[in-house]
DNA sequence: CACCAAGACCGAAACGTTTCGGAAAGGTGA
DNA sequence: TCACCTTTCCGAAACGTTTCGGTCTTGGTG
């Protein structure tokens, strides 16, 4: 494996100018650029990165910390993303590393082997939970980072999200302007912030129009559960129910065939929402429209800026 | 960042001393091995992978390139490999890069510029086609890798397989001990070479019972395809139908209640077997039983050997 | 003609680790 | 006493790259 000294030595130059020449410095004179440039090309010259990456600290790879399978996880939304965005990161000439937590793992303690450990320019993070404890960590250690969603209401770091708060007004609003006055809403996991955003944003809605929430029921979101949510409503008067995502208002549907039904779709399942009969309106954020953006703001991160990324959405019905 | 001269000023020794009690090295007395250990936890120090990949020569990395989302595609198998060998990457301490193609991309191009660029100590390859194209590039560059499977019959390179032949035989036995002689085979997608092996040992089996194929359908294995495959079946004297996985078996089952039915079970999907009613007997071989295996092969791989793993199946009903 | 800036180049140090070739201290046998 | 181990330690070099600070030309300027 020929290194930029076997490249000096075949132009006739030092390894300082070959280096430079290489990485297109101003000091180097284009006659010179374009014969270093050729050199290298003929004896098959590769930049080995582990120097590179050790004595300038970036690498070109990227990574990401996931959970091993378990209960809690949404193993289709994971891949997902994983694969999304490893595609992603690939066209742009960037390496994406995958690192799986095992059972007992710590997240922050993986996280902060790989920091320190070097070769790694900036991490995705997903799925945050609120006051997220990988965002402390890699704040306090000034790695870059994006991260998907907010884990706090005034982020200051880099992120790429939907307005939760407004997708939870604009799903009230639909409702209360068709008359409903009694609400329920049947939203996702308990711990997770875009839930609580959601819910401000629907609690400002019935405030101003004068509903009621007459029901919060969080919970993973799986048509299951949606059917067994419409069971434990209380049977008196509600109309109108907000769903956290199109399983959920599919297991709602089947129950409570004629309720008006407001529900946010990521388009994380592919469902089509002509298969729910009956009442509906719902807010569309397709979460694949996340990827590009999320490796757009992890390169201007690692670049030291700060960029904060706001995804539209589209109302329907 | 604490480098191994941080802990060598804190715990009052050399950095050759430091390095060699923390690699477990023979010259360096118990005593001092945990009182550095003791110091480098106290200080919270983390080699430093670049460095040591520049020293080494290893740089402690492994990749492999899946295709992005398609029609063709098992998208379930393709994720559960990605998870289970991530994590027991993860376990060993080795880093697992991960490459999804673009709808266009070329995976032995994809491989080459992996390969090039250098930084990768080897691949895991996945679902082979017959003289996969994979293996040639990376036989030919001298890099190790470990394939899932095999190729060809007489593969000279690290893999981690089951015998497919063997499963096979014993599939079509079980069916021509209980009496079968017109048997059916709805098999796996037909340029997939686990079907042409399993497809050997059938035919072996059958000739020595003196039983005969009577149809040989292979394609994607869904439950869909299973019960559409049942009504294409030659409706007169079929005695056995052979079953490539457990979707297929649910699928065949339903259209024809009664038939004995053999079929290998990777267990890939979470399928109770005694959800399938009638006579059932099956192989059985987890696929998440490979994860392991493939990542100890491919650590020997790199490290010169050929390990050539075969697993076992067992045999129920 | 002295001076200086600009252009083109180079030596050497640094990044953090591993490892080779010793060296000091203490014990052993003669 | 001496030579000769063993045990435990250490200095320094090396991996391939980037970059700081310099040097040597050249040509223009007053």
């Not at 490249?7 to 020449?21: E, M, P, Y």
């Not at 939870?168 to 409903?180: D, F, V």
């Amino acid at each position: 494996m020929p290194t930029l000294k076997d490249v000096a030595r075949h132009v006739g130059l030092s390894v300082t100018q070959v280096s430079r020449a290489l990485n297109d410095h101003a000091d180097v004179s284009a006659e010179t650029k374009t014969r270093v440039r050729q050199g290298a090309l003929e004896i098959g010259y590769r930049p080995n990165l582990a120097a590179r990456t050790l004595k300038s600290g970036r690498s070109g790879s990227v990574a990401m910390i996931v959970p091993g399978r378990s209960e809690t996880v949404e193993v289709e939304l994971l891949m997902e993303s994983v694969m999304g965005l490893s595609a992603e990161f690939s066209r742009r000439g960037l390496r994406f590393l995958l690192h799986v937590l095992g059972p007992g793992d710590d997240p922050v303690a993986a996280l902060e082997t790989l920091v320190h450990g070097g070769g790694i320019d900036g991490f995705v993070l997903t799925d945050p939970v609120l006051n997220d404890p990988r965002v402390a960590s890699l704040t306090a250690s000034g790695t870059p980072f994006v991260l998907h969603g907010r884990d706090r209401a005034d982020a200051a770091y880099p992120f790429v999200d939907i307005d939760n708060r407004a997708v939870g007004h604009a799903l009230a609003s639909t409702l209360t302007t068709r008359g409903a006055r009694r609400i329920a809403l049947v939203g996702g996991p308990e711990d997770r912030p875009y839930t609580l955003f959601r819910r401000e944003g629907i609690d400002a809605a019935l405030a101003t129009a004068g509903a009621r929430l007459v029901a919060d029921l969080p919970g993973p979101m799986t048509e299951a559960r949606g059917r067994a949510a419409a069971d434990s409503l209380p049977p008196d008067g509600i109309d109108g129910v907000i769903a956290g995502n199109m399983m959920l208002a599919a297991g709602l549907r089947a129950a409570l065939p004629d309720i008006p039904l407001a529900v946010h779709d990521d388009r994380l399942f592919a469902f089509d929402p002509a298969r729910l009969s009956g009442p509906l309106m719902r807010t569309e954020a397709p979460l694949d429209a996340a990827w590009a953006p999320l490796c757009d703001a992890l390169v201007q991160a690692i670049d030291g800026e700060i960029p904060q990324v706001i995804l539209p959405f589209q109302t329907h019905g």
